[in-house]
């Protein structure tokens, strides 16, 4: 292991999440819900419980987890909701250099700050639009490892026309909602709002009805072949099982319009915290069960490539370690 690696592995995930918060005023609007919400889907704890497993199989088993939630198998791929994602050939550079030429000393943050002032003055933006990548950058190094994050080809993987947009350009996207029409105002139940689940593709997109759950309202999209994209997804993008906040298979991050959503009731608080997804009393978190979360507005939301359930086993570590 390299002095960088060992230096990561020294940070549990307290200390990430100490380092994140730190970072968070650093990093451009646009970026701050899709960084925190990148780290909810790439929890530490998980990583180091199946790493330290004998049996990694049988645990990912028992946490009944499914779909691609290594990130030494998506390197290059698992942040392209970021802003930052376009800037991502020359981070992977700056990281992959910072680990051969390594020196401790500085805290966690003040690395990831190093780092992507270095890449903002190389390619001439502003550094907020990069401390969020960077962070994810030393994430995806401490989980895949120096190795397989330097053997990914380091690509950009969202088209021109995407990432020719500007940061206010994607936030006036967000904010946008759905005329009702010329007397919209006086519709009450025939609203329809759009629900934007990847943002780097015009059309992945659909229309939902006022007050409907995100994944009912995703179940009437027969646009594409869902099943063969991702097996989880039987009806529509967003993957589902029991429609009733039993299985934590539909979560997603809220990019934009998080308070255009239901507050979260009991139920949903309950069982999330159980998933191990999110542990919060927000009323309206960046993280949501598509099964539970109605809509009054359009949203932009991103759907995670996995799911399991492992909140109790992690506290039980953690109690019992
Ligand atoms: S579909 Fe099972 S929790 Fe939402």
């Known amino acids: 292991m390299t002095p960088f690696e060992n230096y990561l592995t020294q940070h ?26 990148w780290f909810a889907f ?15 199989e049988k645990l990912r088993q028992q946490l009944l987890m499914q779909g691609t939630y290594h990130l030494r198998d998506q390197i290059d791929s698992s942040h392209t909701f970021l802003y930052g994602h376009r800037y991502w050939p020359e981070v992977k550079r700056a990281v992959e250099q910072l680990a051969r030429e390594f ?19 190389s390619v001439k933006v502003d550094r907020s639009l990069v401390v969020g990548i960077t962070a994810v950058a030393f994430m995806t190094m401490r989980q895949a490892g120096l190795d397989a994050f330097a053997a990914s080809p380091g690509r950009i993987l969202i088209d021109k026309k995407h990432a020719r947009k500007s940061p206010e350009d994607v936030l006036r996207e967000r904010a946008k909602d759905d005329s009702q029409g010329l007397f919209g105002f006086l519709r009450t139940v025939n609203k329809k709002w759009t629900v934007t689940y990847d943002e780097n593709d015009e ?6 009805n006022h007050v409907q759950d995100l ?30 906040a039993s299985c934590g298979t539909c979560w997603v991050g809220v990019l934009g319009g998080a ?20 542990d919060t009393p927000e009323s309206k978190p960046l993280i949501r069960l598509a099964c539970q979360a109605q809509t009054h507005g359009a949203v932009s939301i991103v759907i995670p490539p996995w799911n399991g359930v492992f909140g109790k086993y992690l506290k039980g570590l953690k109690n019992n370690p």
């Not at 790439?42 to 990694?56: G, I, K, N, R, V």
């Not at 059309?203 to 939902?208: C, F, I, Q, V």
């Open 12 to 37: 549990d995930e307290e200390a990430w999440s100490a380092a994140l918060t730190t970072l968070l005023r650093s990093i451009h609007e646009v970026d701050q819900n899709a960084t925190q919400i």
């Open 42 to 56: 790439y929890p530490l704890a998980l990583f180091q419980a199946l790493a330290a497993s004998d049996d990694p």
């Open 103 to 121: 020196k401790a000393g500085e805290s966690l943050a003040d690395q990831i700050l190093a780092v992507a002032q270095k890449v903002a003055s």
């Open 203 to 208: 059309g992945a997109k659909y229309r939902m």
């Open 215 to 244: 994944a009912w309202g995703a179940a009437e999209d027969r646009t594409r072949n869902w099943r063969e994209i991702d097996p989880r997804r039987v009806e529509g993008p967003i993957p589902v099982e029991c429609r009733s």
């Open 259 to 278: 308070e255009k959503l239901s507050d979260v009731a009991a139920r949903e608080g309950k069982k999330i915290k159980e998933f191990g997804y999110i």
